[in-house]
């Protein structure tokens, strides 16, 4: 019998993933927010997109990541398949936010 096989511990599995979502967007906001600090920002005399994107990108994405791990909670709670499902699209549309967030960090 494996792990997923009843519901209570399919149920049991979201919550921790959700839990994981919502201290990983604590650590992207707070890394954000320190960067902004590190940097500068509102001191700058030539303010370019470079020291602007990464730390914009990362304390929005945290905030976002924020709001669809109390989305996910709330839908696993409710048990909803109509919540889940768009709870499924806001995890991918996050997906794509902080893959956009890496990869103009490397350049």
Same mark, same amino acid.
């Given at each position: 019998?494996? *792990?997923?096989?009843?519901?209570?511990?399919?149920?049991?599995?979201?919550?921790?993933?959700?839990?994981?979502?919502?201290?990983?967007?604590?650590?992207?906001?707070?890394?954000?927010?320190?960067?902004?600090? *590190?940097?500068?920002?509102?001191?700058?005399?030539?303010?370019?997109?470079?020291?602007?994107?990464?730390?914009?990108?990362?304390?929005?994405?945290?905030? *976002?990541?924020?709001?669809?791990?109390?989305?996910?909670?709330?839908?696993?709670?409710?048990?909803?398949?109509?919540?889940?499902?768009?709870?499924?699209?806001?995890?991918?549309?996050?997906?794509?936010?902080?893959?956009?967030?890496?990869?103009?960090?490397?350049?």
């Amino acid at each position: 019998m494996s *792990f997923f096989a009843t519901i209570e511990s399919r149920k049991a599995a979201s919550f921790m993933i959700n839990a994981t979502l919502l201290i990983s967007s604590l650590i992207l906001i707070g890394t954000g927010a320190s960067l902004m600090g *590190f940097y500068r920002v509102q001191m700058l005399e030539v303010i370019t997109v470079d020291f602007i994107i990464v730390p914009t990108v990362l304390t929005g994405g945290g905030i *976002f990541t924020l709001i669809v791990s109390i989305f996910g909670l709330t839908a696993v709670a409710r048990e909803d398949t109509c919540l889940l499902l768009s709870y499924a699209v806001l995890v991918a549309v996050d997906f794509c936010i902080l893959m956009a967030g890496i990869i103009s960090s490397v350049r």
